[in-house]
């Protein structure tokens, strides 16, 4: 900037402008020259626009910017509209599509940007130029590979994110234990964002990720349906027992995981006191379930397991929903609980509710220590007590579904990290409560 003041003095900004400009449109103009080499007929006539054309509507841009004379831009911008409409109905009967004309105005626009703000103009130059490139893939990707019900679920989440959240009050309500219905669709939304990250990394990575991925995703959702589907998976087919054992295995790492996760999400500050429990957990399950899954690639019993996402859409809105309603009687008993009976009470309803999710115990102990109704310690004991309930639970379901070696590597596990946790907490438990 020092040589350009030096060279251009008060002209400084305008020459970095101009010489922005001139590289975005010699940037896209180098993508659709090149498109319009191959043309779609086999011919350079298919293309009314190109390299020249292109560097010349930004540098076009950013001199109607620069000259500072009251509307030049929006009649440049009107004049480049023009010629981009001439140019396509002379070869609209060729090619139908409009993005090289549309293209041709957005050069136009980011040349004017360029002189106003040089760092936002390149990098949209850039991302245009990424998008003009990506036509073969985008267009795969939109008829081959994303499907109708896939799409829906998406629109369905970005609906929930921007539109519905956005719009939930977030004044705590005395008759949910002083919860915010601004943060019950926050873990909806954090639950069924979990559920379509891990329908990606399966669609993504394909059956040959082995049955160890899919029960880690499936476990964000309800790891004692994964152990089950595990379970009952491995006694039907003994020959991939082993990657069936650590499809359940990782389930259980997903529980610590989730735990930690949802305790950010409503209580930040307090979840800091539980991250080196929840790690704990996560390292010795998520690593007994990669033993798992290496021991069971290296017998060969993993090679097609079939884990493909199943039809119906990555997102399952009933189970994210029942959760949150699940979240919010167990919030209110748990708080009725410890207000009649103390923190013996306490820790038997999170037990109680534990037996049949994890879930919402953990996100009630969230939000009672965010609300200020217990300490991060005694919340953390807590999901402690939630997470060795449900333990038990998913214990007996792995026996029902897998029979007694199912169930014994699958409690093992369970025990093991919940161990290590529970001599975290004792270890850590002085010093946590001098943090709070």
């Avoid at 010795?284 to 290496?294: C, F, I, K, Q």
């Avoid at 959760?323 to 708080?335: M, N, Q, R």
């Avoid at 009725?336 to 009630?364: K, M, N, T, Y």
Wanted: glycine share 12%.
């Amino acid at each position: 900037m020092n040589l350009l003041e030096h060279a251009f003095g008060a002209q400084a900004d305008l020459a970095m402008g101009l010489m922005a400009a001139l590289g975005s449109g010699l940037l896209i103009g180098l993508e659709r020259e090149r498109h319009k080499g191959r043309g779609h007929a086999g011919t350079r006539a298919q293309e009314p626009a190109g390299l020249r054309t292109f560097t010349i509507a930004a540098l076009a841009g950013a001199l109607a910017h620069g000259l500072a004379v009251p509307g030049l831009v929006a009649v440049g911008a009107l004049a480049v509209t023009v010629l981009a409409a001439m140019a396509y109905f002379r070869s609209s009967e060729r090619d139908p599509g409009l993005t090289t004309e549309m293209a041709l105005l957005a050069t136009y626009l980011i040349g004017v940007l360029c002189v106003q703000a040089p760092l936002l103009g390149a990098p949209a130059a850039v991302t245009l130029t990424a998008l003009l490139s990506a036509r073969t893939a985008l267009h795969r990707f939109a008829t081959r590979v994303l499907r109708e019900d896939e799409l829906h679920d998406g629109l369905l989440l970005a609906a929930l994110a921007l539109v519905v959240l956005p719009l939930m009050p977030t004044e705590p309500l005395p008759w949910l234990a002083g919860m915010k219905a601004h943060s019950l669709m926050g873990l909806m939304l954090l639950l069924l964002a979990l559920q379509a990250f891990g329908y990606v990394a399966l669609r993504l990575l394909g059956a040959q990720a082995g049955l160890a991925l899919s029960g880690l995703m499936s476990g964000l959702v309800s790891s004692t349906a994964t152990i089950a589907a595990m379970g009952h998976r491995a006694r039907a087919e003994p020959a991939i027992f082993r990657a069936c054992a650590a499809g359940a295995v990782m389930s259980t790492a997903a529980t610590w995981l989730q735990a930690s996760l949802m305790l950010l999400a409503l209580a930040p500050q307090a979840a800091m006191h539980f991250l080196p429990l929840g790690l704990a957990g996560v390292l010795v399950a998520g690593g007994a379930g990669l033993s798992l899954a290496w021991r069971a690639y290296q017998d060969g019993g993993t090679g097609k397991t079939g884990n493909e996402p199943q039809r119906g859409g990555p997102l399952r809105l009933k189970e994210a929903a029942l959760i949150a309603l699940l979240l919010s009687v167990v919030t209110v008993g748990v708080s009725w609980a410890e207000r009649q009976f103390g923190s013996s009470g306490l820790f038997g309803a999170v037990a109680l509710a534990g037996l049949a999710d994890a879930h919402a115990p953990v996100a009630s102990m969230a939000g009672l220590a965010q609300a200020g109704q217990i300490d991060a310690p005694l919340m953390c004991q807590g999901v402690l007590a939630a997470i060795a309930s449900n333990s038990l639970t998913r214990i007996i379901t792995a026996w029902l579904a897998g029979g007694r070696s199912f169930a014994l590597i699958v409690g093992a596990v369970l025990l093991s990290s919940l161990a290590l946790a529970a001599s975290l907490l004792w270890l850590l438990g002085p010093l946590l409560s001098s943090l709070n």
